[in-house]
């Protein structure tokens, strides 16, 4: 049973949903893992709808830039009374939900503090610290934001320049931005919200720099809001999208903070100028794993938005004939629609599902780590450097072919496609860029290589065990596990191409980092065949453990769509492995499953339980009714207050008269 069913609804959806197989209530507790969580999620979007100060004040699209601030702020501050009445306020997934089913996509003054800005303050402070600040907080006494990257540096973090010089006589850290290049620049958040900020500078300490640290700096008055001397700090300007939040920047001129200020839960700095080491010298990144092990999941549900918009409208969106010329079909009909979409709804369910798999790994390592062991850390950084970059960058291209989906409207604001297509391809860059994240994951598989050569195999973590396998003919017997050993020998032999590249432009006398470059982008290639490798399994073991029936054999299927999608996707790696006949008949696989899936696509996306206030698309709208609000959404643009506007009056006007005749 599809449970978006309602009176008054579009017929052509209606019909869509009644088709449907399956409960769409028992496929969101899969989605989100498990009844308890989705059910909360619909209690939250239900109690949201019932509250009036909550709603927009008007669409996004027709929001300057500093109303779409103002209204963040508003929505905040409401929200921070409300918040203890709605959601559990320990659940970080009900903090952000809510969030984004009240302010939406386009970022707020509190995204931050709460992914970025507290969880270091949580991870990386001491007992003493979190007493001092973790409580003001998380009352949001204070707005914090996470101050890495710099106007000259971003990816190299070695390179940083902003320095934390410890002065013993006064036991103070002093800040300083030595350079134009030094300045911060990007933080969400700091350009004009948040008073208080995690600072990543060069510890100095005797002249000897122990490269970057965390720091608690305070920026702002915490009466006046007005930067404290020593500060200076501002907007960036306005970006491709995300101009909900205010990214800034900062600088510091000889600004004093305390020694207890430095976040000393891993390194530390005695009081007479001893340095003591962090357990793992790469746990200060620790606030970034975090991050990324959440980006698959977050941006799963970023197509997923794109996905529900562009599925329901396909169901509504009559163009054409098939056979009966009589009527003209809904474009969901066409296998090249289906094509475009399908296999797209499969890659959001894939990323929900291995995002909530990392989110896990890196809830796991937290608690090793706290306990002392760092074992897992190379681990995570690989999987979560290699997913961050795959998932963004499929995301974006899903939401681009959803966009293309809807044809002219699809280009309008009214779909909304747009503006989630600039959020998310954000995620191409934030939290690493692709390309060097990539090159992270990269060394991983090169060193898994080398030790396969060294006849370590032995040693190799289950991920990469595959490596270690000779696998060099299929039985096209097709089921999963085939589909899986077809892109285990992709990944592998690119892994082992890339890997002798590099090694042979080694042996021929060139420098390590001359043959890393001359070998990258093969050593990427690697990587993405690796990380899809990673994400088809956890797919196919996440739909192995699915225990309703009905909701398995649809599954079954969409994973079908995937693998056969996948697999052709690839097929310049498995060129070696396949005969044409073989590919031929994966083809043919693949539109089976497109056409097998067709009568589920709509409960698919309704599964996904995305509100209308959430989704803000006129094209998405629960109630498929589109063209009576297109027509609605038209005539609330602000262009169309007035009948003649100035641009006529002054300028359009006098020109057609001074070229009459
Ligand atoms: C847009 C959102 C819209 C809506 C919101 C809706 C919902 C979401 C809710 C909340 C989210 C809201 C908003 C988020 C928006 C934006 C947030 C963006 C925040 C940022 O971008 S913060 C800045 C991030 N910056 C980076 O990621 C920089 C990338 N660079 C690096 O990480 C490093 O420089 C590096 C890893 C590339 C290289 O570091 P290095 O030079 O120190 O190290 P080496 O390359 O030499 O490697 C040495 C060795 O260390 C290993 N290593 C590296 N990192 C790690 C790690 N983290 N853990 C473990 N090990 C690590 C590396 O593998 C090497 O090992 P080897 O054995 O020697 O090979
Ligand atoms: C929406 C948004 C929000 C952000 N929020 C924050 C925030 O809250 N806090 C914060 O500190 N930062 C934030 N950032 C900054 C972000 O983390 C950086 O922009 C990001 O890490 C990329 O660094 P960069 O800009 O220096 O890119 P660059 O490194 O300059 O990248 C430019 C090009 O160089 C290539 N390149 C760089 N190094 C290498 C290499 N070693 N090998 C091969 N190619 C390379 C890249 O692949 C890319 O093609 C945000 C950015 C965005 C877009």
């Not at 976040?263 to 620790?286: E, N």
């Amino acid at each position: 049973m599809n449970q978006s069913i309602k009176p008054g609804d579009n017929p052509d959806l209606t019909e869509e949903r009644l088709s449907g197989t399956f409960d769409t209530n028992s496929m969101a507790a899969v989605i989100y893992g498990s009844d308890k969580l989705a059910q909360r999620r619909r209690e939250i979007s239900e109690a949201v709808s019932r509250i009036p100060e909550l709603q927009d004040s008007k669409p996004c699209p027709f929001m300057t830039r500093e109303e779409k601030i103002l209204e963040g702020s508003r929505k905040s501050a409401i929200l921070n009374r409300l918040l203890p009445g709605l959601i559990d306020l320990d659940s970080f997934e009900e903090t952000v939900f809510i969030h984004q089913e009240v302010i939406g996509i386009e970022g707020h003054p509190l995204a931050l503090h709460e992914s970025l800005f507290i969880p270091p303050i949580a991870t990386q402070g001491t007992d003493e610290q979190q007493k001092k600040w973790l409580g003001r907080a998380q009352r949001r006494e204070i707005i914090g934001c996470y101050a890495q990257t710099e106007l000259g540096h971003g990816s190299n973090l070695r390179a940083l320049e902003t320095t934390a010089t410890f002065d013993i006589s006064s036991q103070e850290f002093i800040l300083n931005s030595p350079t134009i290049t030094s300045l911060k620049w990007w933080p969400g958040a700091l350009g004009k919200s948040a008073n208080w900020s995690i600072v990543i500078a060069n510890l100095i300490v005797h002249d000897k720099n122990h490269g970057p640290h965390p720091f608690m700096v305070q920026l702002r008055d915490e009466k006046s809001h007005e930067p404290l001397p020593g500060i200076t700090v501002g907007d960036i300007g306005p970006k491709m999208a995300f101009n909900g939040a205010d990214n800034g920047f900062l600088g510091f001129e000889n600004y004093r903070i305390p020694r207890e200020n430095m976040l000393m839960r891993h390194s530390k700095v005695t009081p007479d100028g001893g340095y003591i080491r962090p357990p793992h010298a790469k746990i200060g990144y620790s606030g970034m794993v975090r991050v990324r092990s959440r980006m698959a999941a977050e941006q799963g549900l970023f197509l997923a938005h794109a996905l529900t918009i562009a599925v329901r409208y396909s169901a509504i969106r009559r163009q054409g004939y098939l056979e009966d010329r009589s009527r003209e079909v809904k474009v969901l009909d066409y296998q090249t629609q289906q094509h475009r979409l399908f296999p797209s709804i499969a890659r959001a369910y894939a990323f929900i599902f291995c995002g909530f798999e990392t989110i896990r790994l890196y809830d796991q390592l937290l608690i090793d780590v706290q306990n002392g062991n760092t074992s897992g850390m190379a681990d995570l950084h690989a999987l979560t450097s290699g997913l961050k970059s795959v998932v963004t960058h499929q995301t974006g291209e899903g939401i681009e072919q959803a966009r293309m989906a809807c044809g002219g409207h699809g280009y309008s604001m009214a779909s909304y496609i747009s503006e989630i297509y600039g959020v998310a391809i954000g995620g191409c860059t934030y939290e690493g860029e692709n390309m060097v994240m990539l090159l992270q994951l990269a060394r991983y598989l090169v060193k898994s290589i080398e030790m396969i050569q060294n006849g370590k195999s032995k040693n190799l973590g289950p991920m990469v065990a595959y490596l270690a396998a000779n696998e060099s003919e299929i039985d096209l017997n097709l089921g999963p596990n085939e589909y899986l050993k077809v892109f285990q020998y992709a990944a592998r032999s690119q892994a082992w191409r890339a890997t002798e590249k590099f090694q042979k432009l080694r042996n021929s006398g060139m420098s390590k980092e001359q043959a890393w470059n001359q070998a990258s982008v093969e050593l990427t290639r690697a990587s993405r065949l690796h990380t899809r490798l990673y994400i088809m399994s956890t797919f196919i073991n996440h739909v192995g453990s699915v225990v309703d029936q009905k909701i398995k054999k649809v599954l079954i299927d969409l994973l079908n769509v995937h693998i056969t999608y996948e697999v052709m996707d690839i097929g310049i790696y498995v060129q070696g492995l396949l005969s044409s006949d073989q590919m031929d008949l994966i083809r043919n696989q693949l539109y089976v499953s497109l056409e097998t899936i067709r009568p589920n696509a709509v409960s698919l996306v309704d599964s996904f339980q995305i509100s209308d206030m959430q989704l803000r698309s006129v094209l998405g709208r629960r109630d498929g009714n589109v063209y009576e609000n297109l027509f609605k959404w038209a005539k609330s643009c602000p262009l169309n207050d007035k009948d003649v506007l100035e641009s006529v009056t002054k300028y359009l006007k006098p020109m057609m008269d001074k070229s009459k005749l």
